[in-house]
């Protein structure tokens, strides 16, 4: 029998995804990693709680931006930015059930002859071939997309240490979210089509991290570094920015343990790896308010203005989730911290930063096979959950100018339902059912 707390998890996931599906309309879908993030957190959710009933939505928004000639709707090749890449992980996910697909339609076209055009029953394969033959197929255009990405990637500029550059408009400069935007993405794909030297390179790429950026006080990471120093926020020895920002390090947190379903398990440098995870989750753990929250400038958990931030809250409790999922914990008692955290994380992100959009809060109801149905298809009347405390964004640099003090944090705009949000907070709910081996029936 499913307890009230579970109830009310699918409940929260079922009602975050029809809030995100409503703001992201395929219409309005952009190629950007916000729109990545949330779209693969939907694909998530859908696949591993809601037995592939959202799956139709996802690949709707996402085939708007891959066109017939298989370039992607808004992405620009010569930025050279990492943030440009993250969207890819959803391209590959598709490529691999549209190659299955497109067997079964083959094995269909087999046994009877049919008129010119797509009428088998293949889900939405089938309602994205083509008739004509200079036409490029569904899985070709994913194919021809997921190729610009990695031809992107292999002309980024790198640091000496060999680390990408977050922006060709921030020359030297390594960003913790850029391990995010490229890492999983790099490692699924060096899986998928058997390039060994893009898992060794990325498992390179966050050791260096690891060496560069760490924190030693409170084994947590800071935001960004330039390796030139020529920056006005960069520490002169260093290089690295001034404070530990909360959302910086849940990028890196969610590109570890996502990477790491792809990372060979008798890869050479697989154990470092896991080791920087266990050591950030640790660090982690250790960090936490005793409302079950992060704060949004982590190494200065006294200075005026800081609040709890509710965007990296849900990466952090993602990734302790998954991670227990995964058995990645170094013991039963580091197991034993990391559950206790990650629960404390998603009662506090449910009471504290969850609006419903009715008067109150709705009585806990189980979502349905029906509602679900009626939810992918854009008619559900599922109450509407808002979530609040999410920072608008926060950089480094540009114009006007970015510094990185804890004023410059605490003081960008605080939003409700922004991506950035709502996609981890639904992968932290996924997580957290997953790990109960709770899905809908």
């Known amino acids: 029998m499913l307890t009230d707390t579970t109830t009310m998890y699918l409940q929260t996931l079922a009602s975050a995804a029809a809030t995100s599906l409503a703001k992201c309309t395929p219409d309005l879908v952009k190629w950007n990693y916000e729109t990545g993030v949330l779209l693969f957190s939907l694909s998530e959710a859908s696949k591993q709680v809601f037995c592939g009933l959202l799956d139709g939505s996802v690949r709707e928004r996402l085939s708007a931006l891959i066109l017939p ?32 697909e497109e067997k079964a339609n083959d094995q269909e076209k087999g046994l009877k002859a049919r008129a010119p055009g797509c009428q088998s029953n293949h889900g ?34 790198r640091t000496a240490a060999g680390s990408y550059w977050h922006k060709k408009i921030y020359p030297y400069q390594v960003w913790l979210d850029g391990l995010y ?18 898992i060794d390179d990325l498992c390179q790429q966050f050791l260096a991290v690891r060496d560069k950026l760490k924190h030693k006080e409170t084994g947590l990471y800071f935001h960004a570094m330039d390796d030139s120093r020529a920056s006005r ?22 590109a570890l343990v996502d990477a790491l379903d792809w990372i060979p398990v008798a890869h050479s440098k697989r154990p470092y790896i896991e080791e920087m995870l266990v050591d950030l989750l640790d660090a982690l753990v250790r960090a936490q308010c005793s409302s079950g929250l992060w704060l949004q400038v982590m190494d ?27 058995d990645l914990t170094a013991d039963g008692n ?25 008067a109150s809060e709705p009585s806990i109801q189980l979502p349905t096979r029906e509602s679900m ?36 944090y605490v003081g960008e705009p605080i939003v409700s339902d922004d991506f950035k949000g709502l996609g981890p907070f639904m992968l932290a709910l996924t997580e957290a059912l997953r790990f109960n081996q709770i899905i809908l029936s």
């Open 124 to 157: 939405f394969w089938a309602t994205q071939c083509v008739n004509h033959s200079d036409s490029l197929s569904y899985r070709e255009r994913l194919e021809k997309a997921i190729q610009t990405l990695v031809e992107q990637l292999s002309g980024q500029p």
């Open 181 to 198: 935007m490229f890492g999983p993405f790099q490692a699924h794909y060096g899986v998928l089509f058997d390039r060994a030297d893009m």
């Open 233 to 254: 926020w960069a520490d002169p020895q260093t290089g690295c920015s001034p404070h530990v920002w909360a959302r910086a390090v849940g990028w890196l947190a969610m």
């Open 373 to 408: 149905v009626e939810l992918s298809t854009g008619q559900s009347t599922m109450p509407r959950l808002h979530l609040d405390g999410i920072c608008s964004v926060a950089g480094l640099g540009g114009s006007p100018y970015r510094d990185g003090s804890i004023d410059y």
């Open 300 to 326: 200065a958990p006294e200075a005026e203005g800081n609040y709890e931030e509710t965007s990296a809250s849900a990466m952090f409790a993602y990734a302790l989730y998954k991670s227990l999922r995964k």
């Open 69 to 100: 000639d298989g370039e992607i709707r808004g992405y620009s090749f010569e930025e050279f930015n990492l943030d440009q890449i993250n969207a890819g992980k959803l391209l590959l996910r598709e490529w691999e059930t549209s190659r299955t």
């Open 334 to 358: 580091s197991a034993k911290r990391w559950k206790n955290t990650a629960d404390s994380a998603l009662a506090g992100l449910i009471t504290k930063k969850v609006r419903w959009e009715c």
